[in-house]
């Protein structure tokens, strides 16, 4: 079986600050994690993918994130807010089952960044 | 990345009627296809997976004759939601698949009302 946990579901932080994003996951096996954005009424965009390389994931728009084992977690951090990050962030774990699920998506709840000015 | 046209992006129809949503894959083929439900400030849902040439597994809990599912080819799949209630009102999204090449690219998302 496979879960995910966004800690947050809303996260506010000044322009120029930076951000941090939780997630802590849960798998049988050696997951994919993904993080996406989703802006109002919109599709989702990936943001980064871990697939078992390197630990640390940098992706567009200056966000990267850090697979820790040991601790069940990959967060999303960003050095420095800017007006348009402000959006749902999704954490998302895949590969998690055996067999034919092995594609499966599952979905954190989400967690609202709001960037003040 | 790959390319995906999804559409019609908003829909609003009577109970009762079907609606059917379309999901291209412009420059990719799409041996599986992942239609997923969202509902207003909700996380998305996977509802079925469909493959090329074969019939789509549904989630416990989805109505495989209430949504039904067609994978003709590499670049298209639709999904007909039949006999649409108010509670199907929601955002609907495809993401195709190939092989261990997924999760990369999401449709734009069908908002059907249903009134």
């Known amino acids: 079986a496979q879960s995910v946990t966004q800690l947050d579901s809303h996260v506010s932080v000044s322009e120029g600050t930076p951000v941090l994003l939780r997630c802590n996951y849960s798998s049988s096996y050696s997951p994919s994690l993904f993080w996406y954005v989703q802006h109002p009424n919109k599709g989702l965009q990936l943001l980064l993918k871990?697939?078992?390389?390197?630990?640390l994931v940098k992706g567009i728009n200056g966000f990267e994130a850090e697979f820790k084992k040991s601790e069940t977690s990959f967060h999303l951090t960003k050095p420095s807010a800017h007006m348009s990050d402000a959006a749902e962030y999704f954490c998302?774990?895949?590969?998690?089952?055996?067999?034919?699920?092995?594609?499966?998506?599952?979905f954190g709840k989400g967690t609202l960044l709001t960037v003040n000015p | 990345g790959a390319v995906v046209s999804q559409h019609p992006s908003r829909v609003i129809c009577k109970s009762g009627t079907s609606v059917k949503i379309e999901c291209r894959s412009l420059d990719f083929q799409a041996t599986t296809m992942f239609w997923y439900r969202q509902f207003p400030k909700q996380s998305l849902m996977l509802m079925a997976t469909s493959n090329e040439g074969s019939k789509a597994t549904y989630e416990q809990g989805v109505e495989k004759d209430k949504f039904l599912i067609n994978h003709a080819s590499l670049t298209l799949s639709t999904l007909t939601v039949t006999s649409a209630h108010p509670e199907d009102s929601s955002f609907y999204i495809c993401s195709p698949g190939e092989g261990a090449n997924y999760g990369y690219t999401f449709g734009s998302g069908t908002r059907l009302t249903v009134v």
């Open positions: 871990y697939t078992s390389a390197a630990t």
């Open positions: 998302v774990v895949s590969g998690g089952v055996s067999g034919g699920s092995n594609y499966k998506l599952t």
